[in-house]
């Protein structure tokens, strides 16, 4: 069974201290389904402008990811360019063009609606809401959102947290969110405002989860050489839910959302946002295989200590 | 079997989001022995004023802590002022008196000089080296540093590295000793000073530990009401070191450093800060009992997964 994604397509202009990119392929719509894809089949809901190449198009085909809902309009692809310096958790923006984003009204084909499985990226909460309220039947939804979203469309945010299942989001945003310094805290105030769960992103330093009864924690896979922070976190998200919705298909009798599963899934997501943090752009997951993800698996063990129990 | 432990004795003048004290004990010798004598015996030496209260050295030894190498000389007792603000990682230090520091010559007691198991708290270099070299037949040497002895004493402090086998640093202060923003970078590059291997404090992030063909990583115990940071990485050391100490004198006929000790003694140390950060100054450990500290250790196995396997 597949996932909707919703997000953004972009090109993005990207410095950091080991190389710079000019308009590489990113957004988290992009980020997210591609990692996504190495555990179940995706479906697109996003929107690109006619400068967007056709051949990345075929690509994300290859990758088992349909495109029917990736509209292409009059116009150019939604445009970001950013900055990271010494600090690879902080990026500095340079300049955003909308572009053809301004004008996206996400319809979903008739094929998408009975979808059971939607991520809401990181995107306008107006188009988050117009996505999920046109899905027949949800049955497990996740979304995430950012800085300029808590300030500028704090009530229509709130309203997409009220048909969410799992937030996922940065730790700094979650903060700002919950208006509280505290991680356990700011989960607490989050999961009142209605998602059953929050998974909150510490960058390179790991990943928290929460809902009402459990708290679990693990740290990053340490990545040595890091050329590119941008989409770690759309594909930390991507493995998380992909492989959560794998599991879930595997075992139909099981409590979808054990813990067990949810553990290994924050694993599965930390691995694929640091295949991701390894190359520009989405260079890391074009020939990224299956055995690559399994050996950086069994050393993850090993290093959170999981193999000595 | 016990550790030889130098370090600082203080008075700390602290603010925090959550209060504030004035004058009370501190100092990195005192919470790694407090914390560490929960695991195994402690002989102290340190220095203090003649303003020491007599009261609080009846505290360390009904926690075990032998006194014979704690001296007390005229006049006043090394204090620190410090404030944090929202970010709890990073005391701002409002002043710093030497006091009687300024005169310490640390002399071991014969009783201590054939004990096999060092630890350097954060002090002068000159200082961590005249206690080693006190020292007949060392087995095992972990050592502390700060920012300001590798801005200061930088050749010093490589003399220490070289007598050290486990080096036990906080993440910033690594970085600045390797000139290497990135962690497995830094990481080894220390490792190449001396020290067999290094434990990174990533405050509440938690704790990364490497040696030459291991990497470990665990994220930090979290904390719901963090009232006082102050003494956190200290704690840390005493429990880790504490522990690793206690499962070699359990296990003779074991390889002293095996993977799954060190994974349980970061564990130990990462219990211990937790506690140290929930009151302020020392209050945490006066109280604490072992059944504490398990009931944690439980909780703690579920929050990093380890019950999942």
Redo the contacts between chains.
Sequence with gaps: MSIVVVGSVAFDTIETPYGKVKNAIGGSSIYFSLSASYFTPIKLVAVIGTDFPEKFCKLLEKHNINLLGLKRIKGKTFSWEGRYC?D?NRAETIRTNLNVLNKFLPELPKQYRKTKYVFLGNIDPKLQLKVITQITDPELVLCDTMNYWIETQKENLLKVLKKVDIIVINESEAKQLAQE?????AGKKIISLGPKSIVIK?G???V?YMNDN???????Y?????KDPTGAGDSFAGGFMGYLIKSINENKNKNKLN??NI?NALIYGSIMGSFCVENFSVKSFIKLNYSQINRRYNEYI????????
Tied chains: 1, 2.
């Excluded at 340490?222 to 890091?226: G, K, Q, R, T």
């Excluded at 290093?303 to 129990?309: A, C, M, S, T, V």
């Design positions: 010494n690879l310094n505290n991680i356990i805290k510490r390179e330093y790991g928290f459990t708290i679990l924690s693990i740290p990053a340490p990545v040595e050489n890091v813990i067990r553990f090993k290093i959170i200590g999981l193999n000595l129990k």
